[in-house]
C-alpha cells in the first residue's frame, strides 16, 4: 500500500497519522471534477480506533447534504445489519472510495477513484483495523486490488496483508435485490465469528 507523504511526518508509521491530519490534507479538494459539484465533503466517520473499518462506494443526496457517510436509507439499514456483526455504530469506522458524491448518484469514474484513493489508503492506516468490510464492487475491488465483482468474491474472508478483507454487498443494493439481504447478512456474520475468533490484542 503506497504511502501519501503527511506534512511533519517522515516515513509515518501506521496509526501515527490522525485523521484530523488527513482531512486537513484534503482541505477544498479539487483533484478530481467532483470538487465542483458536491455540497459537502464526505471524510468518513466513527471511531478512529475502530477493529472493524467499513468500506463504501460514495456519498448520496443525504450524505452531501449532511457531510457524512450513511446517513440515509443504506445507512439505516446498515445500522441494523451491524447486529450480525456484533458492534454498534460507535465501534466502527466508515469511507467510501470517493469522498464526493457523483452527480445523480453515478457510479465514480476511474479518475476519480484514482485521484481519492490516497486518503482512503491513509485513513486505512490511521485507523489500522483488524478487519476491512468493503460494500459493493468499487470498494471490493480497490481493496483486493482485483477486478472481479462483488458477486464472486463475496461469501469467504482474505488475508491481504495486516487485514482481513470482506466483500460483499452494499447495502443499498439490497434495497432493490431483496435476495442479497440474506447474503449480506451472512457475510456480516463472518465478520462476527472472526472477531469472536480472534479476540482484540492488548495494546
Not at 15 to 43: H, K, S, W, Y
Not at 147 to 176: D, E, K, M, W
Request: charged share 20%; with cysteine.
Amino acid at each position: 500500500m503506497s504511502v501519501m507523504h503527511i506534512p511533519g511526518h517522515d516515513h509515518q508509521k501506521p496509526r501515527e497519522v490522525t485523521l484530523e491530519e488527513i482531512r486537513d490534507l484534503m482541505g477544498n479538494c479539487q483533484l478530481c471534477p467532483l470538487g465542483a459539484t458536491r455540497t459537502n465533503l464526505v471524510f468518513g466517520v466513527g471511531n478512529p480506533h475502530a477493529r472493524v473499518m467499513f468500506v463504501g462506494e460514495g456519498p448520496g443526496r443525504n450524505e452531501d447534504l449532511q457531510g457524512e457517510p450513511f446517513v440515509g436509507a443504506a445507512g439505516h439499514k446498515l445500522d441494523a445489519l451491524l447486529g450480525c456483526v456484533g458492534l454498534t455504530r460507535d465501534e466502527i469506522y466508515i469511507a467510501n472510495v470517493v469522498k464526493c458524491r457523483p452527480p445523480g448518484n453515478r457510479n465514480p469514474k476511474p479518475d476519480e477513484i484514482e485521484a481519492c484513493s490516497p486518503f482512503l489508503r491513509e485513513q486505512i492506516r490511521s485507523i489500522w483495523p483488524d478487519v476491512i468490510v468493503c460494500l459493493g464492487n468499487f470498494a471490493s475491488q480497490f481493496v483486493l486490488r482485483t477486478n472481479a465483482g462483488v458477486t464472486s468474491l463475496r461469501g469467504q474472508l482474505y488475508q491481504t496483508g495486516h487485514f482481513v478483507v470482506c466483500p460483499t454487498f452494499h447495502p443499498a443494493a439490497c434495497i432493490y435485490h431483496s435476495d442479497w439481504q440474506p447474503l449480506l447478512e451472512a457475510d456480516l456474520r463472518m465478520v462476527g465469528a472472526w472477531l469472536a475468533e480472534h479476540p482484540a490484542k492488548e495494546e
